[in-house]
């Protein structure tokens, strides 16, 4: 089988994290860049790096660097976009997307997307929260590249919402178990980041 090229969505604002680049922050001894791309590149065919910047800041991790193709923060489903643009000239049908800021990523996701992915060929990954309550976690997604018409449509008419453009397609779900550490934990403050050292 194939394997799938992915993009690692890093071109986010950083706000709560106190600004900079979230991907270059350190969580116990390496870059959290490092420990996505670490989980992903056994999984993927190809890596790609979407930021928003100076790429050069990337150069020391050896791959390609890719901007959103729209003015502004447009936000991850802007950044979804320029993975599927990246992926189509790779020659690949479907991309997966990962957010820079989950670094206990699956060591399954690119399998499991593939195995669940719906009629559109849209799977998102899923975990249950602290009550059970299943939470989607649509950043973490396989997206075939056949929408990205559709995607560029839905930016243009002003759609940021990355969760509500993928349930517009009927996406399966690849259900991920949350103990003892939900896999997609994301690190959105220093608090968050101080929590996850504590746990790796």
């Known amino acids: ?3 799938l090229p992915a993009v690692i969505l890093a071109g986010g ?10 991907a270059l922050r350190i969580l116990a001894g390496e870059t959290l860049l490092a420990r996505v791309i670490a989980r992903l590149r056994p999984q993927c065919g190809g890596l790609a790096i979407n930021a928003n910047g100076d790429p050069e800041q990337f150069a020391a991790y050896g791959l390609p660097v890719i901007a959103d193709g729209f003015a502004g923060f ?15 000239g790779e020659g690949a049908g ?6 820079v800021d989950t670094p206990f990523l699956p060591e399954d996701l690119v399998h499991r997307l593939r195995e669940a992915r719906g ?24 997206w075939p590249v056949a929408l990205r018409g559709e995607l560029r449509e839905a930016l243009e008419s002003g759609l940021h919402r990355i969760g509500q453009f993928a349930a517009a397609y009927d996406p399966g779900r690849a259900v991920f178990d949350s103990r003892p ?11 968050d980041l ?5 746990l790796v």
Do not use: Q, Y
């Not at 559109?120 to 997604?141: K, N, Q, V």
């Not at 101080?194 to 504590?198: C, E, G, K």
């Open 194 to 198: 101080a929590r996850a050292a504590r």
């Open 94 to 99: 479907s991309v997966v997307s990962v957010s």
């Open 74 to 88: 447009a936000g991850p489903l802007a950044g979804v976009l320029a993975g599927m643009d990246w992926a189509a």
């Open 119 to 142: 009629r559109s060929g849209l799977a998102i990954a899923a975990s249950p929260d602290e009550s059970g309550r299943l939470r989607d976690h649509p950043t973490c997604a396989l």
């Open 1 to 3: 089988m194939t394997l």
């Open 13 to 22: 604002l950083s706000t709560r994290m106190g600004g900079g680049n979230k």
């Open 181 to 191: 550490v939900d896999p997609f934990l994301n690190l959105n403050t220093p608090e």
